[in-house]
T-cell receptor, first 110, second 113 residues
Framework: GQSLEQPSEVTAVEGAIVQINCTYQTSGFYGLSWYQQHDGGAPTFLSYNALDGLEETGRFSSFLSRSDSYGYLLLQELQMKDSASYFCAVLMDSSYKLIFGSGTRLLVRP | DVKVTQSSRYLVKRTGEKVFLECVQDMDHENMFWYRQDPGLGLRLIYF???????EKGDIPEGYSVSREKKERFSLILESASTNQTSMYLC????????????FGSGTRLTVV
């Protein structure tokens, strides 16, 4: 079967840096995506890594190590509005279907 | 602004009813997907479609079917609703390039009583 592991909850202080890890075991792998979902809202796309290394987009960065089947999402200069659930997702093959992890709930405190 | 629109935000249906969930996208995307989201389980893929009249089973297709007669519309059908199908249903679409990710609809919260 396929599995993606990520912490269920993370708490951090406003202005700090937080890292959300994701390890995966899947029968296929094209790349790793990250999505953000606020309570009551739709998931929104944050990033996609197909190659090893760090991708930076503003305050958010995403890292992938294919050899370790591991990735992380790094959020810098945390803001209260970053409180949300964050999902990692593996693109399995050329069919474009994603397999999602169970999500990490991030709580940003003042 | 690009959009994926799901026809209902909340639905309450009775056990045994046939239920239709509609999803329309205005981005001319080839791929469309139906997921259900349950607490602690993340998003689980029910069905997806990469072209008109084409469909593929996801991880949990039992009790569901889909229809894609037009490129912009992807319907999820619960043939005979059961209480264990009470869930949040999310529709998404994506272009052929994976770099741009999925665009999700706002979801339909279905309660089967």
């Amino acid at each position: 079967g396929q599995s993606l592991e990520q912490p269920s909850e993370v708490t951090a202080v406003e202005g700090a840096i937080v890292q959300i890890n994701c390890t995966y075991q899947t029968s296929g792998f094209y790349g790793l995506s990250w999505y953000q979902q606020h309570d009551g809202g739709a998931p929104t796309f944050l990033s996609y890594n197909a190659l090893d290394g760090l991708e930076e987009t503003g305050r958010f960065s995403s890292f992938l190590s294919r050899s370790d089947s591991y990735g992380y999402l790094l959020l810098q200069e945390l803001q209260m509005k970053d409180s949300a659930s964050y999902f990692c997702a593996v693109l399995m093959d050329s069919s474009y279907k994603l397999i999602f992890g169970s999500g990490t709930r991030l709580l940003v405190r003042p | 602004d690009v959009k994926v629109t799901q026809s209902s935000r909340y639905l309450v249906k009775r056990t045994g009813e046939k239920v239709f969930l509609e999803c329309v996208q205005d981005m001319d995307h080839e791929n469309m997907f139906w997921y259900r989201q349950d607490p602690g389980l993340g998003l689980r893929l029910i069905y997806f479609s990469y072209d008109v009249k084409m469909k593929e089973k996801g991880d949990i297709p039992e009790g569901y079917s889909v229809s894609r007669e037009k490129k912009e519309r992807f319907s999820l059908i619960l043939e005979s609703a059961s209480t264990n199908q009470t869930s949040m249903y999310l529709c998404a679409s994506s272009p052929l390039s994976s770099d741009y990710g999925y665009t999700f609809g706002s979801g339909t919260r279905l309660t089967v009583v």
